[in-house]
């Protein structure tokens, strides 16, 4: 969704840079063709990007942060304000063995919580239907799925942000991520400048879709990334699209996968990615 104002401008030929754009489902066959060259720069979740660097022996680095945590708990139990007030109760959450499930426990274990149970489900849509039917059940949903729910269903309120607690649990510049922007480094050594502008126009659509949301919402449904552009419009806000950069995107990144390397290596592909995985140029 942070794209799609630059994908509109290269569409109609006002871009900078001359891009092509693949959209996928599923983040293996994005990684697949980064891995083949068949793509040269990708967004990510922001752990694959080092299971990607492992993978290609160094292969890529990463140039931008680009979305922030986009996980939400939502409930009818107004006593649910904050991580604390899940001490004995049980949460409704996907990503078993991923990053919802080590983000949890990071949180619950940052604010000495060690009575609440994590039920896990397959699919968002899955926890959607049982707050529908339920609305006291407490669950951890991703935009756009929480503006769904609490579409219909208006006892379902936001509690609060995983990415807010996050921010208070840690004080060392680490932030609660969901996506990442890697570059081929071979693709980085020969097209240098080709790389510095996509990283302005990025920030500048990124810019845009937090500024014009009704504008940016239309295109999401024009590209078919949300279906409906009224949903789009009322989740962008929510869904914390970033273009972060630099020294500041390390420390935040590093220190994210940090988290998730102690939770379980393998979420990082076994080993964490050195210095040079950062490009810290502009």
């Not at 049982?130 to 219909?152: C, G, H, N, R, W």
């Not at 302005?200 to 295109?219: M, R, Y």
Request: hydrophobic share 40%.
């Amino acid at each position: 969704m942070g794209l799609v104002n630059l994908m509109k401008a290269s569409e109609e030929g006002t871009s900078q840079g001359s891009y092509e754009f693949t959209m996928a489902s599923d983040p293996s066959e994005i990684v697949a063709s980064v891995a083949s060259g068949d793509l040269d720069i990708a967004m990510i979740p922001a752990n694959l990007a080092a299971t990607l660097y492992n993978k290609t022996k160094g292969g890529v680095s990463v140039i931008d942060i680009n979305t922030l945590g986009v996980l939400y708990c939502i409930t009818a139990d107004e006593s649910i304000t904050s991580v604390k007030d899940l001490a004995g109760k049980t949460v409704l959450t996907t990503g078993q063995g991923a990053t919802p499930e080590y983000a949890m426990n990071y949180l619950l274990d940052a604010n000495g919580v060690t009575d609440c149970t994590l039920e896990f489900h397959s699919e968002a849509s899955e926890i959607a239907a049982l707050l529908q039917e339920d609305p006291s059940k407490i669950a951890v949903l991703p935009q756009p799925f929480v503006t769904v729910a609490e579409a219909q269903n208006d006892q379902l309120k936001t509690a609060f942000s995983l990415t807010d607690e996050w921010d208070k649990a840690t004080d060392n510049g680490s932030r609660f991520l969901t996506g990442a922007t890697i570059v081929r480094n071979a693709f980085l050594e020969e097209h240098p400048d080709a790389a510095t502008v996509f990283m302005q126009e990025h920030e500048e659509s990124a810019d845009k879709a937090n500024t014009d949301v009704e504008g940016t919402a239309a295109l999401v449904a024009e590209y078919g990334i949300i279906e409906k552009a009224p949903v789009a419009e009322k989740a962008l806000p929510y869904c914390n699209i970033v273009c972060i950069t630099g020294e500041d995107m390390k420390t935040a990144l590093s220190g994210y996968l940090d988290v998730l390397y102690e939770a379980d290596p393998a979420s990082v592909g076994g080993t964490l990615p050195g210095e040079e995985f950062y490009y810290t140029r502009k």
